[in-house]
Nanobody, 123 residues
Framework: QVQLVESGGGLVQPGGSLRLSCAAS????????MGWYRQAPGKQRELVAG???????NYVDSVKGRFTISRDNAKNTAYLQMNSLKPEDTAVYYC?????????????????WGQGAQVTVSS
């Protein structure tokens, strides 16, 4: 079993900053790619930022220069530093990870989601 636990959401004024964390735990052999998605009311879930196990990153155009994704492989944790936040960044943010787990001599690679963290940008 693999679990992703997110933390760090909240309410912030426009122009402010927040940092999200996503910690993977369980029978982990290796955490592969990790990413942050968001879903605003009435909209489809979109990929905000992704990072490979080697540290290569990618971002949706709307957050480039404002958001930074990073990871600590020793802690199986990913972070999303969000600066210069705008009201349109308001959404539930979800962590996603591809994880190779090991149990009873069998390796299994699957995708997992965190529980979601509400980010609200409002004055």
């Amino acid at each position: 079993q693999v679990q992703l636990v997110e933390s760090g959401g909240g309410l912030v004024q426009p122009g402010g900053s927040l940092r999200l964390s996503c910690a993977a735990s369980g029978s982990i052999f290796r955490v592969n790619a990790m990413g942050w998605y968001r879903q605003a009311p009435g909209k489809q879930r979109e990929l905000v930022a992704g990072i490979t196990s080697g540290g290569t990153t990618n971002y949706v155009d709307s957050v480039k220069g404002r958001f930074t994704i990073s990871r600590d492989n020793a802690k199986n944790t990913a972070y999303l530093q969000m600066n210069s936040l705008k009201p349109e960044d308001t959404a539930v943010y979800y962590c996603n990870a591809e994880v190779t787990s090991w149990s009873g001599g069998v390796y299994y690679t699957g995708g997992y989601w965190g529980q979601g963290a509400q980010v609200t940008v409002s004055s």
